[in-house]
C-alpha cells in the first residue's frame, strides 16, 4: 500500500479544511464497511458533480492514500498540472465518447489507456484503493446512468496478477448532494457492502463475460439501493423540483423525517419518488410536469411559486438589500474568490458549456489560488506590521466570504420573487401548480 509524504498530508489537511467550510454537514454511512487498508480494493460510484466526487470520496478516506481514474483530457491543459494531477493520484483514461474522436476512437482507445490500466492493476496488486466512476462522464440528473464494466475487467485482471490467491474487493458507494452548483449546502456519503470477488474467480476463468456482467448487477443493485434514483426522466423536472421545495419539506415531515437533516430528507425523497412512480399518479405529474418546464421557462423557481409572494414581500427584500449593502461593501476583498471561478463556469469543454463543472471549478480555484492569495498572503504580510490585525483578517476572511455568497443569493432570490409578483401569468401558474400537485394525492 501507498504511504502519504508529508507534502501530501499537508495538501490533504487543507484541502480537508476548505471542504468542511465548503460543506458545513457532510453525512458519512457505511465507513465500517471499507476493507481495511491493504487490501486490493476497487470503489465503485455514481458520478453526479464532476471532481467533487473523487474529492468528498478521497476526504472520507482519511486513513490511506487512494488512487483514482479521471478523464484524459483534464491532463493535457498543462505539463505541470499534468504532473500535479499524478501526485495527487490521479490516472488519465480517455473516454470512448469524449476524449477521442473520428478514426482515433476506434483505434487508439485501448493503446491510449493501456499504460494507465497497467498502473492501475499494479498499484491494487500492492494493497491499493482505487476509485472510480462506470458512467464514464458525470450525469446532470439524480439518476444512474448505464456502467462501462472495465472497473471489474481491471479488479479480475488485478486477482490474475496474483494468481487468483488474494483477495479482491468491489466497494459501492453513492453521492448525493444539498445543492450541485453553489457552497454551504450539505452532503451524505454512503457506502454499502464490499462484494468480494474470490467466489467468482473459477467462473471467471471459464466465462469471463458472463461472471463480469454478474457482477455488476450486484453492484448497480447496491448503488440505486443507495442513492437518490428518479427514473421517470419523462416527469424529471416535476419529480425533482416538487422535492427540493417547500412541498418536499412537508412530505418529508408528514412522513417522520426531519428535512432539515440531508441524509434524512434523502430517505423522504427517495419514498416520494417511489410514491410518484403509480401509474395512477401520470395524468397529474403530465400536468405537473407542464407548469414546471414554464416556471422555469419564465427564469422562476418553485420555491418562488409555493410562497406566492406579494408586492409587500418584494419591498421588504428589497429595503433589507439597502439596508445591508454597505455591509456587503466590507466584503470586497473577498470578491476574488466568489468571481474568477465564474469565469471559468462559462469554459466550454468538448464545445459546450459544462454547467455540472461549476463547483468543481469553485473549489478548485480557492483551494490552489483565490484563498492563498486573498487569503493567507495578505495575513503573512500584516503579521509583519501588526499582528492582531492579522489574526483579524485572517478570522474575519472566511465570515466575509459567507456574508457577500449570502446577499448574492438573497439578490437573486429578489430577482425571483420580482420576476413572480410583475408576471401576468403568476397567479394562473401558481394556481395550476397547486391543483396538479393536490391531484397527485400525496398527502399534501
Known amino acids: 500500500m501507498s504511504k502519504k509524504s508529508f507534502s501530501y498530508k499537508l495538501f490533504c489537511h487543507w484541502v480537508g479544511a476548505v471542504n468542511r467550510y465548503y460543506y458545513p454537514h457532510r453525512y458519512y454511512f457505511g465507513r465500517e464497511n471499507i476493507p481495511a487498508d491493504g487490501n486490493s480494493i476497487v470503489m465503485v460510484g455514481n458520478h453526479q458533480n464532476c471532481m467533487m466526487d473523487p474529492l468528498n470520496t478521497y476526504v472520507a478516506l482519511s486513513d490511506r492514500k487512494a488512487y483514482c481514474l479521471t478523464r484524459g483530457d483534464v491532463f493535457k491543459a498543462n505539463k505541470y498540472f ?36 497497467s498502473d492501475a492493476i499494479k498499484w491494487m496488486s500492492e494493497g491499493n484503493t482505487l476509485i472510480l466512476f462506470p458512467e464514464a462522464g458525470h450525469q446532470n440528473k439524480r439518476w444512474l446512468g448505464y456502467f462501462s464494466l472495465a472497473y471489474l475487467t481491471l479488479a479480475f485482471q488485478t486477482a490474475e496478477k496474483m494468481n487468483f490467491e488474494k483477495e479482491v474487493f468491489i466497494m459501492p458507494f453513492a453521492h448525493h448532494y444539498g445543492n450541485y452548483f453553489n457552497p454551504f449546502y450539505d452532503f451524505v456519503l454512503r457506502f454499502g457492502t464490499p462484494i468480494k470477488l474470490s467466489p467468482y474467480y473459477e467462473k471467471y476463468k471459464e466465462h469471463p463475460r458472463s461472471t463480469i456482467r454478474e457482477v455488476n448487477e450486484l453492484v448497480e443493485e447496491q448503488i440505486r439501493g443507495l442513492m437518490l434514483n428518479i427514473t421517470d426522466l419523462d416527469h424529471y423536472t416535476a419529480i425533482d423540483g416538487l422535492r427540493q421545495g417547500p412541498k418536499g419539506r412537508e412530505y418529508a415531515k408528514i412522513n417522520g423525517f426531519n428535512p432539515d437533516n440531508l441524509a434524512e430528507k434523502q430517505l423522504a425523497d427517495k419514498l416520494l419518488a417511489r410514491e410518484l412512480a403509480a401509474p395512477e399518479k401520470k395524468d397529474a405529474l403530465d400536468r405537473l410536469q407542464a407548469v414546471e418546464t414554464e416556471i422555469l421557462d419564465k427564469g422562476m423557481r418553485d420555491w418562488v411559486v409555493d410562497k406566492h409572494p406579494g408586492k409587500g414581500n418584494l419591498a421588504l427584500r428589497c429595503l433589507l438589500l439597502v439596508v445591508l449593502f454597505p455591509l456587503l461593501l466590507l466584503t470586497i476583498p473577498t470578491w476574488p474568490v466568489i468571481f474568477i471561478p465564474r469565469v471559468m463556469y462559462k469554459k466550454k469543454i468538448n464545445g459546450a458549456i459544462d454547467v455540472m463543472f461549476r463547483s468543481t471549478w469553485d473549489f478548485a480555484i480557492s483551494v490552489l489560488a483565490t484563498l492563498p492569495i486573498f487569503w493567507w498572503l495578505p495575513t503573512i504580510i500584516t503579521l509583519f506590521f501588526n499582528w492582531w490585525a492579522a489574526i483579524a483578517y485572517f478570522v474575519a476572511y ?7 455568497l449570502k446577499y448574492f443569493k438573497f439578490w437573486g432570490k429578489t430577482r425571483g420573487v420580482y420576476r413572480f409578483v410583475n408576471d401576468k401569468d403568476s397567479e394562473r401558474i401558481y394556481k395550476q401548480r397547486q391543483s396538479a400537485i393536490h391531484d397527485l394525492n400525496i398527502g399534501l
Not at 398 to 404: K, N, T
Request: charged share 20%; glycine share 6%.
Open 398 to 404: 472566511p465570515l466575509l466570504v459567507w456574508f457577500a
Open 82 to 117: 499534468g504532473e500535479f494531477l499524478y501526485w495527487l493520484g490521479l490516472l488519465p483514461v480517455n473516454r470512448m465518447n469524449f476524449e477521442l474522436s473520428g478514426e482515433k476512437r476506434s483505434v487508439n482507445i485501448k493503446e491510449a489507456n493501456k499504460n494507465t490500466f
